[in-house]
């Protein structure tokens, strides 16, 4: 987790230009690219993040006065693995439909939520898992990109099939349902590795967004 301040040199801290670009990444569907400068090194590349959380803290300006700035929770973002004492989130989708699943992951996707840490990490998981179930039950075991039922069937007895960032070049971490897919694995590797995986990633992202505006009705 990374604590990162926003910017604005003088009074409150407001969500205009780069803090709200950060905070609203996932739904602009940008990837969070953060570099360090020092000094004379020059600039280091720390990673591809996503915005788990903000808070708002009492800090000096550079006239120093006491102004309100903001502080972002960051986490890389191919760390998708859930944190351990989460609970499981498919308990909480018995008897939900997929307009239903649909509302969950949109508005998971859509809010920053105004919490640090432990909280931050947890309702990131959250995000993540709601667009996954969702996609997945989109999806309805058929391959979002060949169009072909999934290759077999998991242990808990589902079809199995990736989710796949469309506008990434990374898989992990939460994202919004419009740049998901729900792939059978050698799409998903031909997507990453094939001569003509961005041809493919194209027609997917195609797919999804038709998908997506029937769903819109
Ligand atoms: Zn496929």
């Given at each position: 987790m990374l604590r990162?301040f926003?910017?604005g040199?003088?009074g409150?801290?407001?969500?205009?230009?780069g803090?709200?670009a950060?905070?609203?990444?996932?739904?602009d569907?940008?990837d969070?690219?953060i570099?360090?400068?020092?000094?004379r090194?020059?600039?280091?590349?720390?990673?591809?993040?996503?915005c788990a959380?903000?808070?708002h803290?009492?800090?000096?300006?550079?006239?120093?006065?006491?102004?309100?700035?903001?502080?972002?929770?960051?986490?890389?973002?191919?760390?998708?693995?859930?944190?351990?004492d989460e609970e499981?989130?498919?308990?909480?989708?018995?008897?939900?439909?997929?307009?239903g699943l649909?509302?969950?992951?949109l508005e998971?996707?859509?809010s920053?939520?105004q919490?640090?840490?432990?909280?931050?990490r947890?309702?990131?998981?959250?995000?993540?898992?709601?667009?996954?179930?969702?996609?997945?039950?989109r999806?309805a075991?058929i391959?979002?990109?060949?169009?072909?039922?999934?290759?077999?069937v998991?242990?808990r007895?589902?079809?199995?099939?990736?989710?796949?960032?469309t506008?990434?070049?990374?898989?992990?971490?939460?994202?919004?349902?419009?740049f998901?897919?729900?792939v059978c694995?050698s799409?998903?590797?031909?997507i990453?590795h094939?001569?003509h995986?961005?041809?493919?990633?194209?027609?997917?992202i195609q797919?999804?967004s038709?998908k997506?505006?029937?769903?819109?009705?």
């Amino acid at each position: 987790m990374l604590r990162y301040f926003g910017e604005g040199q003088v009074g409150d801290m407001v969500f205009e230009r780069g803090n709200r670009a950060i905070r609203d990444h996932l739904v602009d569907g940008k990837d969070l690219l953060i570099f360090h400068t020092h000094g004379r090194e020059g600039v280091r590349f720390l990673g591809q993040f996503e915005c788990a959380g903000y808070s708002h803290e009492i800090r000096t300006d550079r006239f120093s006065r006491s102004r309100s700035a903001i502080v972002f929770e960051l986490v890389l973002a191919n760390v998708g693995e859930p944190v351990k004492d989460e609970e499981p989130i498919e308990e909480l989708d018995l008897g939900v439909d997929l307009a239903g699943l649909r509302a969950r992951a949109l508005e998971a996707a859509r809010s920053t939520p105004q919490v640090t840490g432990t909280a931050a990490r947890r309702s990131l998981y959250r995000r993540s898992a709601a667009v996954r179930r969702y996609v997945l039950a989109r999806a309805a075991g058929i391959c979002e990109s060949c169009n072909q039922p999934a290759p077999f069937v998991t242990q808990r007895g589902e079809p199995y099939l990736e989710p796949h960032h469309t506008r990434r070049l990374s898989d992990g971490g939460p994202d919004d349902p419009r740049f998901v897919g729900a792939v059978c694995p050698s799409c998903h590797r031909e997507i990453h590795h094939g001569l003509h995986g961005s041809t493919k990633n194209d027609a997917l992202i195609q797919a999804i967004s038709q998908k997506e505006a029937s769903a819109e009705g």
